[in-house]
């Protein structure tokens, strides 16, 4: 199984909303990431993740609050957004930290 | 910091054409890997290829580490090709800037 699913697909959210994105893979990697991508840019890297315990976070607003429950489970926490902060939302998991990424689907945010 | 310079940026091609892909990066990114994003965003691992040469059907890659670039072979180019494609330094957690492929039927 090479897959990371991600979930919901689609999401709405006013700016005073509170919402959590849920990614989940079963290939037994020990590393996970959440990248934004916005429309006609690259994937950017917002957290790392590595045997559960956050690694890099690459100065991302508290606004998003990732949350590693167990090895296989990722979850991002949204809090009073900004419609800028409209975008692609990216899962991934790697064996180990930095090497081949398997990402997920997505989930595409809409803040209003 | 590192920059990954990806060409060209745009290419439309009629089917059943070849092309090469450059990426391009200004310091070692290590653990290089090519994606491709499908019109509903999901990226497709195509290769994860630090050095060296590997082919997969109708796509191949080679990458030169110590002259700092890679490259993806696309041949007989089909319309499911279409998309953008990506290399990325996993290592350091940096994409390239991507190439937009159009191929027409």
């Known amino acids: 199984d090479t897959e990371v699913t991600q979930t919901p697909k689609h999401l709405v959210m006013g700016m005073t909303n509170k919402k959590s994105l849920k990614c989940e893979q079963h290939?037994?990697?020990?590393?996970m990431y959440w990248y934004k991508q916005k429309a006609k840019k690259p994937p950017e890297l917002m957290f790392v993740?590595?045997?559960?315990?956050?690694?890099i976070n690459e100065s991302v607003p508290s606004r998003f609050s990732p949350e590693c429950p167990n090895s296989s489970l990722l979850n991002l926490h949204l809090h009073a957004l900004q419609p800028e902060d409209s975008a692609l939302y990216l899962c991934?998991?790697?064996?180990?930290?930095?090497?081949?990424?398997?990402f997920g689907p997505g989930t595409r945010l809409t803040v209003t | 910091g590192i920059q990954v310079e990806q060409s060209p940026p745009d290419l439309i091609l009629q089917e059943g054409a070849n092309s090469t892909l450059r990426c391009n990066f200004s310091?070692?990114?290590?653990?290089l890997q090519w994606f491709h994003q499908n019109p509903w965003g999901q990226l497709i691992n195509l290769f994860y290829?630090?050095?060296g040469t590997k082919q997969n059907g109708r796509l191949s890659a080679t990458t030169v580490a110590t002259e700092r670039y890679s490259l993806l072979y696309i041949s007989s180019s089909q319309t499911t090709d279409s998309g953008v494609y990506f290399c990325?330094?996993?290592?350091?957690?940096?994409f390239g800037t991507g190439t937009r492929l159009k191929v027409l039927a």
């Open positions: 991934a998991s790697s064996q180990g930290q930095g090497v081949e990424q398997y």
């Open positions: 290939m037994g990697h020990r590393a």
């Open positions: 993740y590595s045997y559960e315990k956050l690694s």
């Open positions: 310091d070692s990114v290590n653990n």
């Open positions: 290829i630090p050095s």
């Open positions: 990325a330094g996993t290592y350091k957690y940096i």
